[in-house]
């Protein structure tokens, strides 16, 4: 296993002597030194190695670096620290833990905390850089703070229309600029006043979401119904909670959702993701009607997750390609005899299966799997109290079976 050989080091917006003596001296006997065009700029004159710039795309510099691999000691140079939202991540993908040794300083985020007062551990740390705007939207809680690292001077105002069009343009939105430089600056306004503002590309956001604001649907699983677009066609908020919590979504995990409909459950297995951005969860929806999936998309969009792959197409006539599911969902298309065999084939060991039926042929057809297989056989009945004359009676919905497997580990299905 080849040993450490590349620094990585984190340089903030004062260069070259805001960073200590053990630092500068890597730098200065580094070989090869890698960075943005900023960063190799604040520290020109140090050591006379070969300076290679990021590119897009940034594959003739990780060949350089992979040239260089074992050799006499390089360094990268990032911003903050390379392992929050930074370099690393890509780094990690191409080299060994054991060939990288990490040199962070203070990050623009944690400096952003800093100047506005905000306890770091209780504000949510986000990067737009490279990501579509329409993700924020999965973060929108009344009361939350939030700190973005932007893509650029554009992107505070981009950021305050969006906001103020999800209905939370009482949001105070905070922008610094070239923090921790000589430049620094720092200006607030309402996110309803964000419009044509224009400010330094280097910049990181704050916001403040208006505590009484009524937009948007908290962070918890099983939103409203009425958060979503749909035809009927829709796992209802209660079930959803029950199927999501079998479900049980965890960092980097994989979900098929099959005959998707609204999109409901898939777009909430990726909001559980929100805690985890450098291991997001992925999903995939099958559907095979073009007005659903239409609806489905929008869904997607307007509650914050545009990265759901979505298949148009009937299963099993189509299925993801890729790696294996580590959950399955199926609420439509339980009767198709093949359908629950060959997702059981393609679930990863650990993987669970969730299966939700509402008639009797789709009970019968659990009943006979549950036989099979094992699993957890389940017959849900939620009532909820409606309006009956003057007063109150409860209404039942439609008792809902379910059938939960997970693959074991050893021994096959």
């Known amino acids: 296993m080849t040993g450490h050989w590349l620094d990585v080091v984190g340089i903030g917006a004062d260069g070259a002597k805001g960073l200590g003596d053990e630092l500068r001296a890597l730098i200065e006997g580094a070989h090869l030194v890698v960075g943005g065009r900023r960063h190799l700029a604040m520290v020109d004159g140090l050591g006379a190695g070969e300076r290679v710039a990021w590119s897009s795309p940034m594959d003739a510099a990780f060949e350089r670096l992979v040239a260089q691999r074992g050799r006499p000691p390089a360094v990268v140079l990032a911003s903050g620290d390379p392992l929050w939202f930074g370099i690393s991540r890509l780094l990690l993908q191409r080299f060994n833990v054991s060939e990288l040794r990490f040199h962070p300083t203070v990050s623009a985020l944690q400096l952003a905390a800093a100047r506005l007062g905000w306890p770091l551990a209780d504000c949510l740390c986000l990067s737009l850089h490279g990501r579509p705007l329409a993700s924020l939207a999965r973060h929108l809680a009344p009361g939350r703070r939030l700190l973005v690292l932007t893509a650029d001077g554009a992107s505070p105002a981009a950021i305050g229309e969006f906001l103020a069009g999800a209905g939370h343009g ?206 957890e056989l389940a017959r849900i009945a939620i009532s909820h109290a409606e309006g009956l004359g003057r007063t109150l009676g409860w209404k039942a919905k439609a008792p809902v079976t379910q059938w939960v497997f997970t693959r074991p580990v050893a021994g096959g299905l």
């Not at 916001?207 to 066609?233: C, F, K, R, T």
């Not at 209660?238 to 409901?264: F, K, Q, V, Y």
């Not at 990265?307 to 993801?320: Q, R, T, Y």
Request: glycine share 12%; proline share 6%.
């Open 170 to 375: 009482h949001a105070t939105l905070t922008v610094l600029e070239h923090l921790g430089g000589p430049d620094e600056h720092r200006v607030s306004f309402r996110a309803d006043e964000a419009a044509a503002r224009r400010f330094a590309d280097l910049n990181t956001l704050g916001i403040e979401l208006d505590a009484g604001a009524v937009a948007g649907h908290g962070v918890s699983q099983g939103l409203p119904d009425d958060a979503y677009i749909h035809d009927g066609q829709l796992t209802k908020q209660d079930m959803r909670a029950i199927t999501l919590a079998h479900l049980a979504p965890r960092p980097g995990e994989r979900l098929w959702d099959i005959g998707a409909g609204a999109g409901s459950i898939a777009i909430e297995w990726l909001l559980a993701g929100r805690s985890c951005p450098d291991r997001p969860l992925t999903a995939v929806a099958v559907e095979a009607r073009p007005e659903r999936l239409a609806m489905l998309i929008e869904n997607a969009h307007r509650l914050g997750v545009p990265e759901l792959e979505v298949i148009e197409g009937k299963a099993p006539d189509v299925l993801p390609e890729g790696p294996a599911p580590h959950a399955i969902f199926i609420g439509g298309g339980v009767a198709e005899p093949s359908l629950i065999d060959l997702c059981l084939d393609r679930l990863a060991v650990g993987g669970r299966l969730v299966v939700n039926a509402v008639t009797l042929g789709g009970e019968a057809r659990l009943l006979d799997l549950r036989r099979r297989h094992g699993g």
